[in-house]
């Protein structure tokens, strides 16, 4: 002490400086271990391409904002203090070393808090953030570098402690590391315990509400996306859904009779009532759904975004969920702490994106765990059955790319459903992105715009949001007054293309309107789901001189729909005959008929039109196809009123107008052009009267068919002469449809190679030629074809091509006689039998290929297999003396419906009689 002051020497580190140095030191040893820990983590994702962030991994990022703000004070103090005594000092070597070294810390510790999103305070510019992020990552180095030189210009260091303290951070960086592996969500054990629904959960299935119910949380940061979600049908699937409830409430009391609980009834619940569900409270067959805030929760965010896979494409909520490893203080209430929670978030949202938006979540499969679904025996005390399947109808359609004979393909194959229903919406969401290179950032719409405008206008919601599903509606359908018949007859003498060409219609005949309803885009049938309720009708008038001759498709003032009007759905049965018109999903039987489009197809309707005798001015037909999205009978149903008015939106989806002259008149009407192509609208004809024909027991209108697509050839275009060869293989003219593939082949441009070889095989088949249609079945299992490859098509998920290879190779095998053939036998057995498995691994429920798999496997000795797919073929196997017994029973019922189901309807324009809204007829109706 007397030294220091006799030689006039002051230390540059006081004795209370050096205690706040201890401090920094301290700081600075833990942030080291942090900092490499988490180096670690952020290279191993790297070199392995996958998030290894785990809730620990948070826990250490959490300590690193919290160790950097702490150091904050005590460095920029300690570098100040330390400045002041040694700014003078002769070793400038030393000081400016320690100068660089200070400048940089700072640097390195704004660029900490640049990187940081205080509620106060946030920097989102990507570009500032880039820059941020790697002088944070590379500044410590220099940090490091400038300590060296800065001690090495002074005193001794002493190496060993920054040596062991290093070896440490190392170490542990590196155990840590190791146990990532062994927290992956995948090895989470899971069981299934919400029969009959086909979930999976961790331990006994049961999840606090609170997991799943939490919406608020992620509005905080999606706004925009919660917006939207808010108004879905997601959102609003459950007992907040009226009609839902009215549906669910009836089957719950039905199963309480049967059974005694409502277990049964988790089937719905897992895909509408998650949170109920999981939590246990559904199973309450006295649950309060009216007070209970589970009942009202609906699709949650989690509820989806928690689901890490699809078991089997089964449906029936055949997914696995996981409770989701959170940041810390997800469910505090503490304003600081949530405060910090969503600072973590904001921070690292890697883990973030990891744990809610998973690779399945981009892909159908995810949406088929729901819009997919059987009904089991266990629900409907029957048998199994299928119910509404979006899924399958959008991936076995030529939209998807993957039905190998679908009448027409877009430019490239449409592999989401998302494409159509999360249409992108401008936003400044922290999850926006450009996805389409337009220069504006935006986010996949949570609306889900479909179809729904019933429970939107039941609940009140903003005009926009029944604006949304009618926009969506609009442009997927085409209605096309396409031609006239003379005589009323469907043989009668054809007028068609009408316009420009216009017939003149004669006083006092009848006439044939032949309406065309063709899909144009959607992915999957016009309209699948909820088909019994779903309302979709052809309304055609005609009139003349302001009055109507004749009319289909009208309303009385109820706003119930003439029962004998075209409807675009599937009339459901019980199986005592009775109409499914309360959505009472567990009476669902069979369908009396099913008039849904499938993607890409078409329909023809005729409408008979007798002309007055005395009319004296042209006739103006206008034809519309309207769509509600529930009919009258069930919406009395949910307002328990039998005289309430159906008022619910009808949106027009396709219109068409067009005036004929009369003949005897000088009067030439004039007519626009339509805008489709003629050779187009005579294909749509002819696909429709092909699948008319095709839904039939007797052959129908192939003759016109024929006449519709012979005239597409002679308009130089091939799908005439492919479609020709698909009558005349449906006619049995083998030899005739094997000379049209060969011009379909030839024309310029030709059609599409992969359908040409699927009806090539077919035909070989037919003459034995069985190697050959092997060969090209595998070809088109592996598209080989250049140009369905570039636009993304894969034919290999199409189930039906599987199932013919493997028919054909059980014939091939049963050509090879003999002992000494057994092995070529056997071998094409084994091959046959991997054709079927490829086919249930694409539909586990697939009736085809389970009845062949039984024969197989008997074939190759294997018993117990052959048993297996015995007994499943025998479950999924309808019950045809069932079925017609209902269906002779809603035949005799219902006359309109009975008309509907013949193979070939004709509707009439001019029924009168259907004005009185107490008709007989009228009160079996269809509405």
Known sequence: MANTRTTGFIPVISERLRLLLTVVFALVALMLINSVYLAGITLAEYWSDKILQDSFYLWMFLAHLLIGLVLIVPFILFGLMHMRRAWRRPNRAAVRAGLALYITAIVLLISGIVLTRFGFFEINNPQVRFVSYWIHVLSPLAVVWLFVLHRLAGPRIHWQKGLQWTAIAIVFAAI????HSYTAESDFSTVRNHEPALVRTMNNGMIEPRHLMDDDNCAVCHADITRSWEMSMHRNSSFNNPAYKFSVDETRDFLKVRDGDVKKSRLCAVCHDPVPLFSGKFDNPDFDSI???????GLTCISCHAITKINTPRGNGDYTLITPPRYPFAFSDNPLLKAVNHQIIKAKPEFHKKTFLKPVHKTPEFCSGCHKVHLPKAFNGYKWLRGQNHY???RLSGVSGHRVDSFYYPPTAIKKCATCHMPLEPSDDPAARDFNQSGQRSVHSHLFPAANTGVAQMKNMPEWVIQSHQNRMRNVTRIDIFGIREEGRVNGQLHAPLRPELPKLEPGKQYLVELVIRTTGIGHHLTQGTVDSNQLWVEVKASSDGQIIGHSGDMNSDGQVDPWSYFVNAYLLDRNGNRISRRN???????????????????????LLDVPADITGPITIDAKLNYRKFDTTFIRHVLNDDQAVNNLPITEMAVDTITLPLAGTDVDQKAVNSPVQTWER???YGIGLLRNASSGSSKGELRQAEEAFGNVESLGYADGALNLARVWF????????????????TMSPSAPPWTIAWYSALIDRENGELDRAINTLQDILDTKFNNARERGFDFSMDWRVHNLLGRTLFERARLERGETRRGKRIDYLNRARDAFLNTLELDPEDLTAHH????????LGDKKNAEVHSQLRDEYRPDDHAIAQAVSAARIKNAAADHAAEAIAIYKLNRTDMNLPNHPEKLANND
């Open 682 to 684: 005579w294909n749509d």
């Open 291 to 297: 007070n209970d805030p589970t009942a009202h929760a």
């Open 176 to 179: 840590m590391l190791g146990t």
């Open 852 to 859: 062949n798999l039984a024969q197989v496997y008997a074939e």
């Open 585 to 607: 999903a567990q009476d669902i039987f069979v369908a009396l008929y099913d008039h849904q489009i499938p993607p890409g197809a078409a329909t023809v309707v005729h409408y």
């Open 730 to 745: 449906r006619e049995g003219r083998v030899d005739d449809a094997a000379v049209a593939l060969q011009k379909a082949a």
């Open 392 to 394: 399958d109808s959008f």
